[in-house]
């Protein structure tokens, strides 16, 4: 059966990439600052023990899309709690905020309530943080993830909270199971690519300019683990992780599309600096 499954799930895939994007869906996608994580020893991000000694800054990016007059978020960065608060370095993870995204909605014409979708690539408290500003919204979210949620103990780096009116069943939640046609057009797509945790997703947006877009989640979280095949060891599964890494390449290649790390400051660069959009 779960054979059977995954090839569904695949043909149902193909045959949304390969359909043609309607051109009336007018697509245009924004890149916010949702803050930034000071890594005080970078060999937490290997099972391998790379990286040792070495330190990092992680940008936390979101990213909002139109599509017509549609608005999808995808995710949501830290919690707006921590603005004006004195990053803390001494921490293994020092995270940090400076402004939050209905701020940055503000400044590109968008009201949260005009938000109706919230896309989760996964459940950690640095791409949940201001979910609940949106509690309107469908929240969309790897159906692994959402059930992580509701565990005892709780996984690394889950906090519910951060969820509370999905949670507790004042908002709509859309369980993705493998692959989501999201505007049932082609235009974009969440890719299941789970190993870092049960549900994680990466996000292809097909731009009629600039081209596809593939926002990486936390398939991986800077380049060197690409080239690497670098794996942490707070990852859920050390097999799915590195197939997850290797179908994400492989989409990117096929597609030619423009893969953008989300956590590394140089690739977010590849995107237009807010608020200027990709189109």
């Known amino acids: 059966m779960k054979t059977l499954a995954s090839l569904v799930t695949f043909a149902t895939t ?5 359909a043609p994007v309607h051109a009336a869906a007018d697509l245009e996608l924004w890149r916010l600052d949702c803050g930034n994580v000071a890594v005080k020893d970078l060999s937490m991000f290997s099972d391998t023990f790379d990286y040792a000694g070495k330190t990092s800054t992680l940008t936390d990016s979101c990213y909002v899309i139109r599509h017509g007059a549609d608005y999808m978020l995808w995710d949501t960065g830290l919690p707006a709690g921590l603005i004006g608060q004195k990053q803390d370095l001494s921490q293994p993870l020092a995270p940090s905020l400076e ?3 209905p701020t ?3 400044k590109i014409g968008i009201k949260p309530e005009q938000i109706g979708l919230v896309g989760i690539s996964h459940n950690h408290f640095d791409h949940l943080g201001q979910a609940s500003t949106f509690a309107k919204s469908t929240l969309m979210i790897g159906a692994g993830d959402w059930e992580s949620l509701h565990e005892n103990p709780l996984p690394f780096g889950v906090v519910p909270a951060l969820v509370q009116p999905w949670m507790d069943g004042k908002a709509k939640v859309d369980l993705v199971s493998g692959d989501r046609d999201v505007f049932k057009d082609g235009s974009v797509m969440m890719l299941a690519m789970p190993g870092h945790t049960k549900g994680e997703t990466a996000l292809l947006v097909n731009l009629p300019k600039t081209g596809p877009v593939l926002l990486s ?3 991986v979280h800077f380049e060197e683990q690409i080239a690497r095949n670098g794996v942490p060891p707070f990852n859920v599964d050390r097999a799915e992780s ?4 290797e179908r994400m390449n492989g989409v990117a290649k ?3 599309a423009k893969l953008i790390i989300q956590h590394d400051t140089r690739d977010i660069g590849k995107l237009p600096v807010f608020p200027a959009s990709a189109k």
């Open 14 to 18: 193909l045959l949304a990439l390969s």
């Open 99 to 101: 402004i939050d995204i």
């Open 104 to 106: 940055q909605l503000a």
């Open 217 to 219: 989640g936390d398939v």
């Open 242 to 245: 590195l197939a997850s890494m």
């Open 254 to 256: 096929a597609l030619n």
